[in-house]
């Protein structure tokens, strides 16, 4: 799926980095919790969350990830989105709650990468 | 920006300073390393696990230790990364690095962080950790990532 999709999909307002919006993605996950992101995230290139600092962009950047999505209308501030800028991460904002943004998503075939820890199992 | 310095001809060395009063600014030793490793050609699965460890090793000294130093060594086959801080060092190591054991205060939490993964992450992301700590006088933990 496309990013441009993706926004299609959510009704987005595209913030940052919108040259970027042609690439293709295959999967996604919602978390407000990093920590998490860091310990079970395996190859998921899209971020929906509702939590706004720039650690998000930079768990996104650590992770490999190129598109954050914040639900609920929230607006990340502008030093959030300088971050993503260098790092060259589309950011989006949905009016959508996480668990509908999630849904829609999924249900227009944007799935969930393997569960379970990161390459820390088994390295493949 | 890192100092940097050649310490022979084969081993790249950067040095950065992680400023314990500014959580916005946690991670950018981090995304630096990231770039520099990318420079330097290294695979990406190996780019991402340095970048993981080194990433909660820097928020980690940020939320117990307002801050540190971190070190990145940078040989032809692996990487290692090098935290030291001065913070109130780890009570009791064991239990830290059990998955979803924290001590960060609740304010953490609503950050994003404090899950208790930061310590079992980085032990899962190398391929080698050593802890030497000391309560009252600070940890310094030593991360190696072969390539």
Do not use: W
């Not at chain 1, 860091?38 to 899209?46: F, H, I, S, T």
């Not at chain 2, 899962?124 to 700590?133: A, K, L, Q, V």
């Amino acid at each position: 799926m496309k990013m441009s999709e993706i926004a299609s999909i959510l009704d987005c307002r595209v913030l940052c980095c919108e040259d970027h919006m042609n690439s293709d993605v295959f999967s996604a996950c919602g978390s407000d919790m990093m920590s998490d992101v860091l310990a079970y995230v395996k190859n998921q290139a899209v971020l929906l969350t509702g939590l706004v600092n720039t650690q998000v962009i930079r768990t996104a950047e650590m992770m490999d990830m190129v598109c954050v999505v914040f639900v609920r209308n929230k607006m990340p501030t502008e030093d959030i989105l300088r971050v993503a800028e260098e790092s060259g991460i589309v950011v989006m904002t949905t009016k959508h709650r996480m668990y509908e943004a999630c849904g829609m998503l999924y249900a227009s075939g944007l799935n969930r990468a393997e569960a379970g820890h990161a390459e820390g199992d088994g390295r493949e | 920006m890192p100092k940097v310095t050649a310490v022979n001809n084969e081993i790249l060395y950067y040095r950065f300073d992680v400023d314990g009063d500014n959580f916005t600014s946690a991670g950018e030793a981090s995304v630096q390393t990231k770039r520099i490793l990318r420079r330097v050609g290294f695979p990406p699965e190996a780019i991402k696990r340095v970048s993981i460890a080194m990433y909660e090793g820097e928020i980690n000294m940020v939320i117990h230790a307002s801050g540190g130093v971190a070190e990145l060594y940078i040989e032809e086959d692996r990487v290692v990364i090098v935290l030291t801080d001065h913070g109130p060092g780890i009570e009791n190591v064991e239990l830290a690095m059990q998955e979803g054991y924290s001590t960060a205060p609740d304010n953490i939490r609503s950050l994003g962080f404090g899950a208790g993964m930061g310590l079992p992450n980085m032990k899962r992301y190398t391929d080698g950790m050593e802890i030497e700590t000391k309560v009252g006088e600070g940890t310094k933990i030593t991360m190696t990532v072969n390539v």
